[in-house]
């Protein structure tokens, strides 16, 4: 024991700089191990082992260091036992000192390379417990808010959504607007994977209401007007969703978070395909501020917006099986682009349906260069979607088109007439009954 | 909303209609001695000393009278009444008008705890004339509507909901009158009427509190089950497909998801295994069970006809095909419909051909036009009799 109290007084001294900071030699290693194995003999609630402030000091910054030389070389189980051997050290500081200690800790485990989002789940799990029995309220708060980000990632909603009630509750008896707004924006991003729309929106209105009442960060303001884009692109409003992009993409762009700007990048270039302009997407990605995240999602974007303006349903698979990755990864571009696939094919079909009155089936698959049973099939739909008047005859293999009748009135109104002349017989009968019992 | 758990705004759970639901399942041949549902039951009765209901159950399923035990049940069953009426009678004597509602409400509530219909339904009666605020009033008729349930007493549901019914409109607020068109939604389910029930249910999707009466899954299961086969294509979609509520639930029931969508995306022999292993949920649900068969029916006759209406003549072969099953298998399902005139078309079977002859819609005019006519004549000439004595 006096050995290491004697080595912790030789601490030497670190570089400021940046670059170095993480090259920790061998030995420096080692001496932070020790300090830490020191900590974790400290039992919670005792007075033994006596440690000093000065001691107090090291053995924080050695855990700084070490969390983050963990982090960096992906040692998950030292970084893990870390954390939960550190817990008796941890009563030592005062709270604020420690809360700020168990975050950094927890954020740089959630960091890791390679962590599955089960791993991570119980390990949030065991800190919130912690937490509760510590009585660390803040602290628990925001380990609950990470713990609802990885239900969200692990699709386990009605978990999320049961915390985030229990959070918002909480919450808004503290009046902590910011992990309010956080919480709120996670909700709306839970109910709009689970496509309830409606609760999407008003969970994504109560976040705006908590961040607007505060200091918004601009991450948060940038995830904020992210989630406000996909929402009215759900609903179809592509032009508002541009505008809402491209305020994220500014607000990613200036604040210097050069990866999270491709996503909103791609949104915008999403938004115009769906509005149909295709041709404003060459001129968005020629524009010197974008120019800078040129890759393989823009050169995706770009080719889906040339199959756009040739209207060929031909290359706009060819484009989807070319970058797979780009364009099949995110949900919401691929459900964007199933429904422009859909839309084009219905326009391609109408078009060429458009000149006959009775036409093959096999002649239409020729012309549109798709097999004769996916073309029966979308034709049968339409048909019962009554997008257009028209009839199937296989015995023949062709497609009938009906001109739009106007529907003759006459007859239902003569139906109604005589409805109504019923009616006033009935009244008469009865009145000419009562005359007659009169007399 | 109902994701947060609004159970302790919904009443209490008295009388159980999952008791029922189990009473039900004894019936069918395959759980009359399952283990699990025997000792539900008899845990439900030493619980609540269901004295009344245990009798009805050795009755109807056959089961050994222990006749210590019933007796045991029923001396706590004459205790607490004992007590009960001490109560009223001590409320009437020295207390006031509320206190004399209150025990008698207590007391009729213990009646239905304990499974005694006749007598909570006499209780209910007197509580009844002894109150007056209309909240209350209704809360006791949704109680006896959902004794009616519980016994599937067809007069007692009917009456008591079109008392329910008047009293709403006399001033009823939104959450009774909500609560009203479950319970409507769950005895028209009953009694077959599928189309007011799907109407009914997808009002209260995003105000369902009934708690009582089934469970939110339950309820936006049942909801699916009767639009998919009461509503028109395009409603269907509007309110059933794109609505967010019930997309919501299905996320957590992919099966009924899948039945959905199999029949709106023409999936149609995904749609057949779908609907064969609804036919095996139905069968144990309790307010279907009756129904099954003309529910299975009623669907494979959408289907039929959902898939012929884009068409004027297709061939046998693409039929099986797009069903997964024999030719000789759409042959006599078509021919048994076509025969009762559900399907209008008609089977080549020399050239494997169906054609379908939709019925045009103006001779048909033309036919009623005539047919009325010829009515109304007949009585204009009656009325020119009577009029020229």
Redesign the interface.
Known sequence: MAVKLSKASLLPSLNNDRSDELNFRKDEIEHFENLLKFAASICPSSVEPKTSSQQVEDIEKAIYKLSEWYSLHNCHSKLETMIKSSRGFLTRLSKSKSGKLMRTMVGSYLDMEGITVAIAIDLCKDCVEWCQKEKRSFLRQSVECRLIALYLENKSYTEALGLINKITKELKKLDDKALLAEVHLLESKAYHSLSNLTKSRSALTSARTAANAIYCPPRLQGALDLQSGILNAEEKDFKTAYSYFYETFECYDSSGEAELATTPLKYMLLSKIMLNLPEDVESIINNKICSKYAGKHMEAMKAVASSLRDRSLDKFKSVLAEYPNELSEDPIIVSHLTDLYETMFEQNLFRIIEPFSRVEIAHISALINIPVTVVEEKLSKMILDQKFAGVLDQRAGCLIVYDSKVVDESYSVALQSIIHMNKVVDSLYAKAQQLTHWN | MP??NLEDQGLEKNPDLELAHYKFLLTLPEYRNDRFVHQKITEAIKKDDMAPWYELIIKDAGWKKDANFLKTIQAKNAEEIKKLDAAIEDAEKNLGEMEVREAYLKKAEYYSRIGDKENAVTTFRQTYDKTVSLGHRLDIIFHLIRIGLFFMDHDLITRNIEKAKTLIEEGGDWDRRNRLKVYQGAYCMAVRDFKTAANLFLDTVSTFTSYELMDYKAFVRYTVYTSIISLP??QLRDKVVKG??I??VL??EPFVKDYLFSLY??QYSEFFNNLAEVETILRKDYFLNPHYRYYIREMKISAYT??L???????LQ?MAEAFGVTVEFIDSELSTFIAAGRLHCKIDRV?G?V?TNRPDL?NA??N??VK??D??LT??Q??SR??N?
Do not use: M
Not at chain 2, 309 to 315: A, C, D, H, I, M
């Open positions: 994701i947060e294509r395009n967010s509520e997309l919501e996320h957590s995306n023409c959902q898939l209406e884009s068409y004027r003549s297709l061939t693409y050239g051909i054609e103006k005019q033309f009623s036009v009325q006519g009515l109304l009585r204009v009656k009325l009577v009029i004595i």
